[in-house]
């Protein structure tokens, strides 16, 4: 039973932008964490982003350095659905990208996190 659905992602050219976007009501919701994080072929999994969803269901966001002032993350309470905003996106950014969540604070360290998305592919090139 897929508990966090990912949706988004795509192809864009160096310095375009895409989105993904992470479903699901019984994770996407107050008290808990939600993590992004990337796989790029022969790669080990990195930590992108994540986003804390406090008890007035508002968001706190933390980014990597690599993505820090490019993307970004936002929630929409009503659909349960968070989202990462990708802009001026660099053929680095490639790969799997997954949504993963936590009850309780964040963390960078993705076996922290029980609970992940399917994943869905962003590709950049020219």
């Known amino acids: 039973q897929v508990q966090l659905v990912e949706s988004g992602g795509g192809s864009a050219q160096p310095g375009g932008s895409l989105s993904v976007s992470c479903s699901g009501w019984?994770?996407?919701?107050?008290?808990?964490?939600l993590g992004w994080f990337r796989q790029a072929p022969e790669k080990e999994r990195e930590w992108v982003a994540w986003?804390?969803?406090?008890?007035?269901?508002?968001?706190?966001?933390s980014y990597s350095d690599s993505v820090k002032g490019r993307f970004a993350i936002s929630l929409d309470n009503d659909k349960n659905t968070i989202s990462l905003q990708m802009n001026s996106l660099k053929p680095e950014d490639a790969g799997l990208y997954y949504c993963?969540?936590?009850?309780?604070?964040?963390?960078?360290?993705?076996?922290?996190?029980?609970?992940w998305g399917q994943g869905t592919q962003v590709t950049v090139s020219s």
């Open positions: 993963a969540a936590r009850t309780g604070g964040c963390t960078k360290d993705p076996s922290d996190y029980p609970t």
């Open positions: 019984r994770y996407v919701r107050s008290g808990n964490c």
């Open positions: 986003g804390y969803i406090d008890y007035y269901n508002t968001v706190s966001s």
